[in-house]
């Protein structure tokens, strides 16, 4: 007596990649979370070490469901996910993401003008801003003032002083993104020694 039967290969695991998006740009030392998902021949779920995370750059980068990279390298990267079942049969999926280097702001400032002279306790407003591509427009403490002569004279987008030393100055605003990139604008300016009053008696006449 006889039977026919047929022995089917067995069919690799099903790979999904969820997230990133394929195709997405990430700046650099940004989290970013890598999730997936696999199923076997049978429609059982595979986790953990059965799932690998590999990246074309910077080589494998983690396993399971799900994972958070944030220092990958600058780059363009083909991100696989490798899926395999009990029997050893393995499915991939893959995505292309880039990792972008952070671009730096740029600062400037608008008051005082440079070469701007100024007598000793007269008020003088600084007023300055800084945009960065990644965050938008600094505020705050992100914007530092210093002075060649008087160190670190304040912070923000604007505040004024009165009390800078006699002396040439470098006035330097330093903007910094959330990155620690940085910028300088800086403008120079003078503290003139504040003249004493003119003073003139009118009567009575000298000697009389």
């Known amino acids: 007596a006889s039977v026919t039967i047929a022995i089917a290969t067995r069919p690799d695991p099903t790979v999904t990649i969820t997230s990133p998006a394929n195709g997405s ?3 650099q030392g940004a989290s970013v979370s890598f999730t997936g998902s696999a199923t076997d021949a049978e429609g059982n779920s595979l986790t953990g070490g059965a799932l690998v995370w590999t990246s074309s750059r910077d080589g494998q980068i983690g396993t399971g469901v799900s994972i958070t ?3 990958l390298s600058v780059s363009a990267h083909t991100i696989t996910l490798t899926a395999t079942d009990g029997q050893g049969q ?7 993401i ?3 280097a952070n671009q730096k702001p740029t600062a400037s400032i608008a008051s005082p003008t440079n070469g701007a002279s100024f007598d000793a306790g007269e008020s003088i407003t600084f007023s300055g801003s800084a945009s960065d591509p990644e965050d938008g427009a600094l505020t705050g403490g992100a914007l530092v003032w210093t002075s060649s002569r008087d160190g670190q004279i304040g912070t923000g987008t604007s505040f ?5 030393s006699v002396g040439n100055h470098t006035i ?3 903007a910094t993104d959330s990155d620690g990139a940085m910028d300088t604008a ?3 300016i003078a503290i003139a020694t504040r003249p004493d009053p003119t003073v003139t008696i009118t009567s009575p006449a ?3």
């Open 90 to 96: 393995s499915g991939t999926a893959q995505i292309s």
């Open 172 to 174: 330097r605003l330093i």
């Open 98 to 100: 880039t990792i972008a």
């Open 69 to 71: 990279k944030s220092n």
């Open 25 to 27: 740009t990430h700046e």
């Open 160 to 164: 004024t002083k009165s009390n800078l």
């Open 206 to 208: 000298n000697g009389s």
């Open 186 to 188: 800086s403008v120079t």
